[in-house]
């Protein structure tokens, strides 16, 4: 079974950065994708960065150019760096992982963090 813990949402006001971290433990053989996606009131969940193990990333196109994603395999974590941020940015930031284990290709989600942009 694999766990996601998720830190570094919070309060700031339009313009600021935040930096979120998601760290996965438990079994599994490899980590492949790791990603973070989003979801605010009344929308669907969308993409918001992927990095692949290769380090290959993919954005949204909303979020393109002021969030970088990045990861440290050797802690099993994935980053997201937000500058430049914009009330529309306020969403439950939710981190994925994409593994393989003994049953083969496999993904979890995080918990979910709250990131709110405003005066």
């Known amino acids: 079974q694999v766990q996601l813990v998720e830190s570094g949402g919070g309060l700031v006001q339009p313009g600021g950065s935040l930096e979120l971290s998601c760290a996965a433990s438990g079994s599994f053989f490899s980590i492949d994708a790791m990603g973070w996606y989003r979801q605010a009131p009344g929308k669907e969940r969308e993409l918001v960065a992927i990095i692949g193990s290769a380090g290959n990333r993919n954005y949204g196109d909303s979020v393109k150019g002021r969030f970088t994603i990045s990861r440290d395999d050797a802690k099993n974590t994935v980053f997201l760096r937000m500058n430049s941020l914009k009330p529309e940015d306020t969403a439950v930031y939710y981190c994925?992982?994409?593994?393989?284990?003994?049953?083969?290709?496999?993904?979890?989600w995080g918990q979910g963090t709250q990131v709110t942009v405003s005066p």
């Open positions: 994925r992982l994409y593994y393989s284990d003994r049953g083969g290709n496999a993904n979890a």
